[in-house]
């Protein structure tokens, strides 16, 4: 039996009950039709492999290599795909809840109306990918590698793009409010028309960066170096605020203050918590102790209930012994 032949039998926990259904061999393509993969598997080699529709729930491909791979309207929830190789791979329309993909290649991946909640990019190779038009809320960028990426129309309130690479990224008409860009390089990335509310720019390179049209309300430019960006106008800045910010010629910002807050604006607001689990059952013998005390209470009270009455008569008495 073939690497991949074994590595599909043990993650396969479920395969679709239809006609003419075919067992993906070491010579096929197309194991389209395996829906749902668990278990562990790291280093496989699924390259080239058509996986469209398939859900990875809970599985564990780390290192593994999906170069190439058709994995259109594909569904990650929980898996880990740490140092991974998504190389060239079709990911369109997939969607990804709390997956792990720290440390993975997606160079030149197509990732175009990718849904995101929680995931988590930390330090990928994502350069030259497609992401327009991607749901990508909550996301973790930090350390990642964003050079000459397609973020276009692409939705990241309160995404964490902290300390990335993102030379030539093109961010036009993208949602970034309340998201964090400390420390990242930006040169000649594309913030044209983009949504900036709340955004945290501390420290960050942005030379050549265009920012014509963006909405800069409640940002906070502290430390950013902006001297060389394109497109700023001073009605921009005066709904942004920086401390040791550095501008345009002729352009100017308030100074955010010791007290100055980060607000972060977002569009869909998060689930709320679960409902607390109910408390445990006593055990039979607490149960026991419990009414032990209770009955215990109770015959006391009633006990200094009869002292008192019988004080009251025994007060009563003497008063009509003293009367002449």
């Given at each position: 039996?073939?690497?991949?032949?074994?590595?599909?039998?043990?993650?396969?926990?479920?395969?679709?009950?239809?006609?003419?259904?075919?067992?993906?061999?070491?010579?096929?393509k197309?194991?389209?039709?395996?829906?749902?993969?668990?278990g562990?598997?790291?280093?496989c080699?699924?390259?080239?492999?058509?996986?469209?529709?398939?859900?990875?729930?809970?599985?564990?491909?780390?290192?593994?290599?999906?170069?190439?791979?058709?994995?259109?309207?594909?569904?990650?929830?929980?898996s880990?795909?740490q140092?991974?190789?998504?190389?060239?791979?079709?990911?369109?329309?997939a969607?990804?809840?709390?997956?792990?993909?720290?440390?993975?290649?997606?160079?030149?991946?197509?990732?175009?109306?990718?849904?995101?909640?929680?995931?988590?990019?930390?330090?990928?190779?994502?350069?030259?990918?497609?992401?327009?038009?991607?749901?990508?809320?909550?996301a973790?960028?930090?350390?990642?590698?964003?050079?000459?990426?397609?973020?276009?129309?692409?939705?990241?309130?309160?995404?964490?793009?902290?300390?990335?690479?993102?030379?030539?990224?093109?961010?036009?008409?993208?949602?970034?409010?309340?998201?964090?860009l400390t420390?990242?390089?930006?040169?000649?990335?594309?913030?044209?028309?983009?949504s900036?509310?709340?955004?945290?720019?501390?420290?960050?390179?942005?030379?050549?960066?265009?920012?014509?049209?963006?909405?800069?309300?409640?940002?906070?430019?502290?430390?950013?170096?902006?001297?060389?960006?394109?497109?700023?106008?001073?009605?921009?800045?005066?709904?942004?605020?920086?401390?040791?910010?550095?501008?345009?010629r002729?352009?100017?910002?308030?100074?955010?203050?010791?007290?100055a807050?980060?607000?972060?604006?977002m569009?869909?607001?998060?689930?709320?918590?679960?409902?607390?689990?109910k408390?445990?059952?006593?055990?039979?013998?607490?149960?026991?102790?419990?009414?032990?005390?209770?009955?215990?209470?109770?015959?006391?009270?009633?006990?200094?209930?009869?002292?008192?009455?019988?004080?009251e008569?025994?007060?009563?008495?003497?008063?009509?012994?003293?009367?002449?």
């Amino acid at each position: 039996m073939t690497r991949l032949t074994a590595a599909l039998s043990v993650l396969a926990l479920g395969l679709t009950a239809l006609a003419g259904q075919a067992q993906a061999g070491p010579d096929e393509k197309d194991v389209a039709r395996m829906i749902s993969f668990g278990g562990v598997c790291s280093s496989c080699d699924l390259s080239g492999r058509k996986l469209t529709g398939a859900r990875f729930m809970g599985a564990s491909f780390v290192k593994g290599v999906f170069v190439g791979a058709d994995m259109r309207g594909a569904a990650f929830y929980g898996s880990n795909f740490q140092g991974a190789d998504l190389s060239r791979a079709d990911l369109r329309g997939a969607e990804v809840r709390g997956a792990n993909f720290k440390d993975a290649i997606f160079s030149d991946a197509k990732l175009s109306g990718l849904e995101s909640s929680g995931a988590s990019f930390e330090n990928a190779n994502l350069e030259r990918v497609d992401l327009s038009s991607a749901e990508l809320h909550g996301a973790n960028f930090q350390s990642a590698h964003l050079d000459r990426a397609n973020l276009s129309n692409a939705e990241l309130p309160a995404a964490n793009l902290g300390g990335v690479d993102a030379h030539g990224a093109d961010f036009s008409n993208a949602e970034l409010d309340g998201a964090n860009l400390t420390g990242g390089r930006f040169e000649r990335a594309n913030f044209r028309n983009a949504s900036l509310n709340s955004v945290l720019f501390r420290d960050g390179a942005f030379d050549g960066a265009e920012f014509r049209n963006a909405d800069l309300e409640g940002a906070n430019l502290s430390g950013a170096d902006l001297s060389g960006a394109r497109g700023l106008e001073q009605d921009q800045l005066d709904e942004a605020c920086g401390d040791g910010v550095r501008l345009p010629r002729g352009l100017s910002v308030k100074p955010c203050g010791p007290n100055a807050r980060r607000i972060t604006i977002m569009r869909h607001m998060p689930p709320p918590p679960p409902a607390p689990p109910k408390p445990p059952r006593p055990p039979a013998a607490a149960a026991r102790a419990a009414e032990v005390a209770r009955a215990k209470a109770v015959a006391a009270q009633k006990a200094a209930i009869k002292a008192q009455a019988e004080a009251e008569r025994a007060e009563a008495l003497a008063r009509s012994v003293e009367r002449p």
